[in-house]
């Protein structure tokens, strides 16, 4: 996504994801109007990927909202449908949360204290013959010195035609993190030591000690068979691992025999072992 920038007398400026919309369709919108209805089409060779990207305000606070989903969502229409209302009571909810801020005259000089950001970014994880993997960066900004990024994530099961949180084809957390735990946190402390640039000594200050995967990330499903998932990934937020600085953590690792015993039975033919 764009970059989020807000300038004023109490803040700095405010970083977004650098990367840009998948998405080649795109849709703009003034605020005032309102977002636009993304079109979707179950022809999956003729499918677009939708953007909305929405630039308002000016020297009292600005608003800006983009929300995008790439083309194979809107080859599915009822999950275009679904990210479709998302967006709208996304939209709603910003631009009323701006507004509101307009009216807010205890600090007229203060630029960012009235500005607000929503940016979310539909991308494929994997896609496989019955399922369609997608994650998502979500950036909000509230005012102040920076802006935060969390992840979203879902699994679109094309057979039943609904769509599933990847945590949720699991039995429970307690499960997954019991299974990946050992791994997880290797390859965590292998990423702290790349972004730091020294050897990570566990204690139990803050960011130098593991953390529960699940209850500290979102977690995606990949693939490299192209069949079965036969990876998990785990997206960790700034603060969960780190400082924000540091910014997120990605950890992936590869399906075992353990992490399908915590996979719930009605899902365990869509994983493999690698």
């Known amino acids: 996504m764009a970059p989020f920038l807000f300038l004023g007398g109490c803040g700095a400026a405010t970083e977004a994801p650098s990367k840009q919309p998948s998405a080649s369709a795109v849709a703009e919108a003034d605020a005032g109007k ?11 060779a003729d499918a677009e990927g939708f953007s909305q990207k929405v630039n308002a305000g000016g020297d009292d606070g600005r608003f800006q909202f983009e929300y995008s989903w790439p083309a194979q969502v809107s080859a599915i229409a009822p999950l275009a449908a679904r990210l479709d209302a998302e967006r709208e009571a996304a939209y709603a909810k910003w631009r009323g949360e ?7 005259t205890d600090m007229p000089d203060c630029v960012p204290c009235r500005s607000r950001g929503y940016g979310k970014e539909w991308q494929v994880v994997t896609d496989l013959p019955r ?8 950036y909000t900004y509230t005012g102040g010195a920076h802006g935060m990024t969390v992840y979203d994530a879902l699994v679109w099961d094309r057979e039943k035609e609904v769509a599933v949180k990847p945590i949720d084809m699991f039995r429970n957390a307690q499960a997954l993190d019991a299974a990946v735990q050992d791994a997880f946190c290797a390859q965590l402390d292998k990423e702290r030591e790349r972004k730091r640039g020294m050897p990570v000594k566990r204690s139990d ?13 979102t977690v995606i ?20 691992a780190g400082p924000y600085a540091e910014g997120t953590y990605e950890v992936t690792l590869p399906v075992t025999p353990a992490l ?15």
């Open 131 to 138: 399922y369609l993997s997608l994650s998502a960066s979500v």
């Open 221 to 240: 499903l990949g693939s490299a068979g192209k069949q079965s998932f036969d990876r998990v990934g785990f997206l960790v937020a700034p603060y969960n």
């Open 34 to 44: 309102g977002g636009p209805t993304a079109s979707a089409t179950a022809d999956s």
């Open 260 to 274: 399908i015993d915590a996979v719930k039975p009605e899902y365990v033919r869509a994983f493999q072992v690698r």
């Open 98 to 104: 701006w507004d509101e801020a307009q009216e807010d």
């Open 205 to 217: 200050k803050p960011f130098d000690d593991c953390i529960a995967p699940v209850a500290n990330s």
